[in-house]
């Protein structure tokens, strides 16, 4: 085992207590920063009440040890020989920073998509230190997840710069192509086609006519695509979707039952009706187990076009579960979204 | 305009009225020679009593004239510089074939996918010279069908023995990821799961713990993709996927309403429950329209987990719907097949 960085970052203080800690898990790109990109969870936790904890995830590019780091046995980028690391990793690692933070018991913890996995195997793994658990749109991803996943990472590995993951210019185009096939599993075809249709592309392609005259979609896959590359690296991307792929409760307790009979916190889960990559049902189903198993368990699903991004992108539809689920009253519990 | 050669196959006989003949339009991949690739239809349109036609797409690689063929006017292979062909570009050739076979009206045409979008725009084409339409999964692409056939495109161009078209060695890491990207749109969330679910791959790998160990959807991708570069071009990919992209009636007819009101066939549009790329409920909308601007259209849904593919891979769900609409008896009317 190596010694690993993790950077995080604090809103608010630990108090004397020791019971209003709030542990914030961040999705693929996100960061420790978690008032920069999901400012609306700082407003349910408020750090004048709250302490609440954002921690980057091993692997990730955003300053906790990834593949990009010097490894200290051989001097050198890791690249391709960085360890996979395991959601249940990542938590074990969080968990030691949180004792030297001094926290003894996690009033929340709560995430989306792969911030939900690492909340729920909190839950699992260390039944006693959390209170309440919310995941949004997370389950151990299904085949079709996986199998994404993999090809995002096929667009990575083929692009000649990607080098191992020992590159002086990251593989641009390969990652450009796996953030655009990613973001066709984010969003829904509803909301695309609502957006942009059959369009030709705003920037005035001749789809019907050039080869590479592109639709409006096209178009803004390209853009989501060459916006990523400048914010996020290729060998973290390839890792981090590694430890996606990982979240699986049968293999690391032997069975579901097993795993889940281990969990004392509350537990929601939130499903998006329009989710493709982690269907509701398939989250409904998670909760329906983990009743099953004794927990105390309940589902809420938003309806919402964003796909599986709404759990950012919507987020004023998850309010009123949050705020039901963590017992608390807030100004931005506005008439327009119900109470699931 | 330049001269094309269109590679064409045909199974029995016209007969003296010239009344028999039925055009079986191919799918991305197809070729002429439709006994090969759809064995059943042939059972359907028996070439005892049928003139049977398959006609290989304008820039396949079956025959027909594409972008591998030799440029006249540069005596080089066109690559690149091979012009986007519509969905009525290869119709109005295909017309041209059919006259100079003596066939004066089609008994039928049929085709899924891409095929499907041939035979309706024969339909509104040539509405004198179509009895009846059967258009399987098959709908002008959405935003979402339109995303995916750019990542393809944009997959196969960022392989760097694409060189414009005109490569020596074809760019087969980039057909192989466009194929499986292509994959998962044809297969359904479901049957990914019923058949791969989280399972390590067959062949040994381990998924948790190597960064290259892949799960069994990832096998089965990879595999996909690495057959299909034996038998299929990647410029062809490209090319076809681009005219898939041009079918649109507004775009060619002013309006639908211009389109569908010259139509004089019966039409049998057929969707599929699970299918992902063309979604069943987007073609029981065209069927509506159809309706409304006065075709005698019909719509049959057939549940399958086979998503898009169902048309070839669960072929026999579609037999009690073509057999009710072409008014046919076979027995391959099985009780298992319900009318719909």
């Known amino acids: 085992m190596k010694e690993v960085v993790l950077h995080y970052a604090t809103y608010g203080k630990l108090n004397q207590k020791r019971d209003n800690a709030v542990l914030v898990c961040h999705a693929l790109s996100g960061s420790a920063r978690i008032a920069d990109w999901w400012p609306e969870i700082v407003k349910i936790f408020d750090p004048k009440d709250h302490f609440v904890i954002g921690i980057n995830l091993l692997g990730s590019c955003y300053g906790s040890t990834g593949p990009r780091s010097i490894d200290p046995d051989t001097g050198s980028i890791y690249g391709d020989s960085f360890p996979v690391v395991t959601i249940l990793d990542s938590v074990r690692a969080q968990k030691i920073l949180l004792d030297h933070l001094g926290v003894e018991l996690l009033q929340a913890v709560v995430g989306g998509s792969i911030g939900g996995m690492q909340a729920l195997q909190w839950a699992v793994e260390y039944p006693e230190k959390v209170s309440k658990c919310a995941a949004i749109a997370a389950t151990p991803l299904s085949a079709m997840g996986l199998a994404l996943n993999h090809l995002q990472r096929l667009a990575i590995f083929q692009d000649s710069d990607w080098?191992?993951?020992?590159?002086?210019?990251?593989?641009?185009?390969?990652?450009?192509?796996?953030?655009?096939?990613?973001?066709?599993?984010?969003?829904?075809?509803?909301?695309?086609?609502?957006?942009?249709?059959?369009?030709?592309?705003?920037?005035?392609?001749?789809?019907?006519?050039?080869?590479?005259?592109?639709?409006?979609?096209?178009?803004?896959?390209?853009?989501?695509?060459?916006?990523?590359?400048?914010r996020f690296d290729a060998a973290s991307y390839v890792s981090i979707t590694k430890t996606m792929d990982t979240f699986d409760f049968e293999k690391i307790y032997g069975s579901e039952k097993e795993a889940f009979q281990r969990i004392k916190a509350e537990i929601l889960l939130v499903g998006v009706s329009s989710?493709?990559?982690?269907?509701a049902k398939d989250v409904k189903a998670l909760t329906t187990k983990l009743k099953e198993y004794g927990v105390d368990a309940r589902y809420?699903?938003?309806?919402?076009?964003?796909?599986?991004?709404?759990?950012?992108?919507?987020?004023?539809?998850?309010?009123p579960a949050l705020a039901e689920f963590f017992e608390y009253k807030s100004n931005l519990l506005c008439s327009q979204s119900m109470p699931c």
Do not use: V
Request: charged letters at 20%.
């Open 275 to 279: 989710d493709w990559l982690f269907p």
């Open 163 to 230: 080098n191992g993951g020992r590159y002086s210019q990251q593989p641009e185009q390969g990652l450009t192509l796996a953030r655009a096939i990613a973001t066709c599993s984010y969003k829904s075809a509803d909301l695309f086609q609502q957006r942009h249709a059959r369009l030709s592309n705003r920037n005035g392609d001749s789809p019907y006519t050039a080869l590479k005259g592109r639709f409006d979609i096209a178009g803004y896959l390209d853009y989501q695509g060459s916006s990523f590359i400048k």
């Open 300 to 319: 809420c699903e938003i309806e919402s076009s964003h796909g599986h991004d709404a759990f950012l992108a919507d987020f004023h539809l998850l309010i």
